[in-house]
């Protein structure tokens, strides 16, 4: 019997209808085993700036760095569009978020049950057998944190630049979690840069080649451009078994996994470092790799589904409990394969609210 301590950032839009889901899908696994879950929501995103003036603010800061993980749902939305782009909760509350906590590796896995694939436009005949792919993104390097500006030039013309940087340890630390995630599953890695024009992908393939050849030398690994790897993904994703790519590439490449593999609404993610938590573990946080969904929020139709698995995610990698994240996970799986689905995954059937498809994941816990 254990007490799991988390902060709980559920932020804006359809954030907080699929936190209360995924709360207590978490709850019910948990106190069924006798843990104990002892957690704070704090305000962050379009909620902190509402409340506290600020996206990002540092009550919510103390609470997570006092916490062995967090959950988080999603920020942003048409009402804080107007801000100054450095004061929106993108910019203000989640990368820094990201780069306070050293969160470097962003796990995504792609995954599409057999009994679902008419749910990806892909059909069934191309994907008898589902998909199971990881993506690994870098998520504290590259284009969103290099040096940016925008000024105007000699002609009274605005210009704005945003650097592109990496290091070769930023390089060599991801491909290790690439590494090590293959190692547990094909012994395949595919790596995605754009080393034929940008000069960080240039370093990014010499540094992964090098890295692989001393660290791994038993993994297959191959290199793909990213404007190849996205049409790759689409016409046959299972040729990937786990791939990985810079923090902007990554950002894209996710959100085409995710429809490939259903719908945004079942893609979950773990962003972690090297921080260690209270039990050692990993800190970690936990989000859908979806957004605040503007155009469904309030409705109560959103897939919690992401959300759910986040929370999965979670008590696997921060709380050493693969046991209870596996049930969590086959719970998801039972439900959406015994029929019940939100909008985004029902191709045209039968369509469950957000609580009924939470409701039938406790009943198959
Ligand atoms: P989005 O991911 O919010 O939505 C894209 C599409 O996917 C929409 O049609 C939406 O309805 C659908 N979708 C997403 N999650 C779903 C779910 N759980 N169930 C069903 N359908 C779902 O992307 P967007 O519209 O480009 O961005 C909206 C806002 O969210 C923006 O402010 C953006 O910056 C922000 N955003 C935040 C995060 C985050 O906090 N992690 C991630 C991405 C986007
Ligand atoms: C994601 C999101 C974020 C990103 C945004 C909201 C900053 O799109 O987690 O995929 O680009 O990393
Ligand atoms: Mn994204």
Redesign the pocket.
């Known amino acids: 019997m254990a007490t799991f301590k988390f902060s709980v950032l559920a ?5 907080p209808e ?1 936190m209360k889901a995924a709360l207590e899908v978490l709850k019910t696994a948990c106190e069924r085993e006798g843990h104990t879950l002892e957690y704070g929501e704090h305000a962050v ?1 379009g909620a902190g700036i509402d409340k506290f003036g600020k996206a990002l603010p540092e009550s919510t800061v103390e609470a997570c760095r006092s916490s062995d993980a967090i959950l ?7 009402k ?2 107007k801000l100054p782009p450095n004061e929106q ?2 910019r203000a509350a ?1 990368l820094p978020l990201r780069k306070i906590f050293k969160l470097f590796a962003n796990i995504r896995p792609g995954l599409l049950y057999p009994e679902i694939a008419e749910a990806s436009p892909l059909k069934n005949a191309r994907i008898p057998n589902g998909i199971d792919i990881v993506c690994i993104r870098e998520l504290t390097g590259g284009i969103y944190f290099g040096d940016k500006k925008t000024w105007t030039l000699e002609n009274g013309e605005t210009a704005a630049m945003d650097v592109m940087q990496y290091r070769v340890s930023e390089i060599e630390r991801i491909a290790e979690v690439a590494g090590k995630t293959a190692m547990a599953r094909g012994k395949k890695v595919c790596s995605i840069d754009k080393a034929n024009v940008i000069e960080t992908s240039v370093l990014w393939r010499k540094t992964v080649t090098e890295y692989f050849k001393k660290h791994f030398p038993e993994i297959e690994l191959t290199h793909l451009y990213v404007d190849n790897a996205a049409m790759q993904l689409v016409r046959d994703p299972n040729q990937f078994d786990v791939f990985f790519t810079e923090n902007m590439f990554g950002d894209i490449l996710s ?1 085409e996994m995710a429809v490939v593999c259903g ?3 079942t893609l979950c993610s773990a962003s972690l470092g090297e921080i260690k938590n209270s039990l050692g573990l990993k800190f970690g946080l936990y ?10 929020a309030g409705k109560g ?7 759910i698995l986040s929370a999965a995610m979670m008590m696997r990698y921060s709380f050493g409990q693969d046991c209870l994240a596996k049930k969590i996970e086959n719970a998801v799986r039972a439900a959406v394969c015994g029929g019940v689905r ?3 995954i029902a191709f045209g059937g039968k369509t469950a609210s957000t609580e009924e498809m939470k409701n039938a994941v406790i009943e198959n816990l």
Do not use: K, Y
């Open positions: 932020g804006d839009g359809i954030g699929v995103g988080f749902g999603s920020v942003g939305g048409p804080w569009e909760p993108e989640l959100d719908s945004l609404g989000e859908p790799a979806g957004g605040s969904a503007p155009d469904i139709i959103a897939n919690p589904c992401a959300q939100t909008a985004d």
